[in-house]
């Protein structure tokens, strides 16, 4: 092989692909990338066996051929590198790679030694005539930040520590749950589903698919491989690959309650400063806050909740919100972090909050709509 690339693309490519280089892995090949030269193109791969990314910079290849080398060896090196031409040439039957920057004899140089790069994973992103769905980037991206962060830290569950996509008729709809918490959110397709599909793919690769569609404008193809055990999204010269959990994800449907005793509308921002301000004082009592809920009274003052939490070494705190409170009003305990996650995910100025008693599971949702639901299971009220 035997090319010359410009650093800064071959700097921001390199960025891109090592976000799927696994950290630990047993195959010391999966801490490498795969460098393919052809027709006027350096194409990039790393992969960790749950996701794969894949893409090309424009290059003047004089001799075709791939190699094999450290991720984060290369990464480092080339970062160092002044803008201009660099030139990388691998011999055939010899696992390096040689990178230079300048000319003559006060070039920079680097051998980086490989190993064979038929040893290096082969991501299939051949999808044939297999499901696809079209979406709008924007869309994907918030929907995606909505939702992962509720999907589970650990697999115990694998179904759990993935997000759920289903695919029904004009809609997509994200979901995930820990066991603690749920989070559901539906948007438009920007065209039909040629059929119902549920797919679950993991909550990490869900993460780095929103980095790969930042910068997108144009509508995004979602599709599947035809034994649908792969996510393949393409955007413009890079493709990002992940493997689908198998397994059934819980009815999200049933969780969500559909009608509550107590309707509480607040501002977000004064809210989530309360959660915060109360979660200091939780550190230490697991994290517990609880939140009292007061209709107005008779003087016309109006409804409000109080968010307060009490650790026996740190101290307590109490904070009031003004609120409009539909209902009786009720106490309840919450997690301060996944209170405080949800509302740091809502956009609206207003977000509505429901409850049926401090045992039942309490909702939040933004005042405005949305199509997003998030459901939180209450703490014992007595540990706060």
Not at 281 to 293: E, K, P, Q, S, Y
């Amino acid at each position: 092989m035997d090319l010359t690339c410009e650093q800064e693309q071959f700097q921001r490519a390199l960025a891109l692909v090592q976000r799927a280089v696994a950290t630990k892995s047993s195959l010391p090949v999966l801490s490498n990338v795969l460098l393919s030269a052809d027709d006027d193109f350096l194409r990039i791969a790393a992969t960790n066996l749950e996701i794969g990314i894949t893409t090309s910079i424009e290059a003047a290849v004089l001799d075709p051929g791939q190699v094999t080398v450290d991720a984060r060896l290369l990464a480092e090196f080339v970062n160092t590198l002044p803008a201009g031409n660099v030139r990388l040439r691998s011999q055939s039957g010899r696992f390096s790679l040689n990178v230079q920057s300048g000319d003559g004899k006060r070039a920079t140089k680097a051998d980086i030694n490989g190993m064979d790069p038929d040893d290096f994973p082969v991501l299939q992103s051949d999808t044939g005539d297999g499901f696809s769905a079209v979406v709008d980037p924007g869309m994907m991206r918030e929907m995606i930040a909505q939702v992962e962060f509720a999907a589970a830290s650990d697999e115990s569950r694998p179904v759990l520590a993935g997000v759920l996509a289903r695919f029904e008729e004009s809609r997509l709809t994200l979901a995930s749950a820990d066991g603690f918490r749920l989070a559901v959110r539906s948007g438009s397709l920007a065209e039909p589903a040629p059929d119902k599909l549920d797919a679950i793919v993991p909550a990490r690769a869900m993460r780095e698919l929103a980095r790969i569609i930042a910068d997108a404008t144009e509508p995004v193809r979602l599709a599947l491989t035809p034994n649908r055990s792969q996510l393949v999204v393409r955007v413009d010269g890079t493709v990002f690959l992940s493997r689908l959990i198998e397994g059934t994800f819980p009815d999200y449907r049933a969780i969500v309650p559909r009608d509550f005793s107590t309707t509480v509308t607040v501002g977000r921002d004064a809210l989530q400063t309360a959660v915060r301000r109360a979660g200091y004082f939780a550190r230490d009592n697991n994290d517990v806050i609880r939140l009292t809920v007061a209709g107005a009274d008779e003087d016309g003052d109006l409804g409000s909740v109080e968010v307060s939490a009490n650790a026996a070494e740190r101290g307590s705190s109490q904070s009031f919100v003004d609120a409009g409170v539909s209902g009786p009003g009720t106490q309840i305990a919450f997690n301060a972090r996944y209170l405080n996650e949800v509302l740091g995910v809502l956009k609206g100025g207003q977000v509505i909050l429901g409850f049926n008693g401090s045992n039942q599971a309490g909702v939040v949702r933004p005042a405005d709509g949305g199509d997003y639901d998030h459901v939180i299971m209450p703490m014992v009220i007595g540990a706060n």
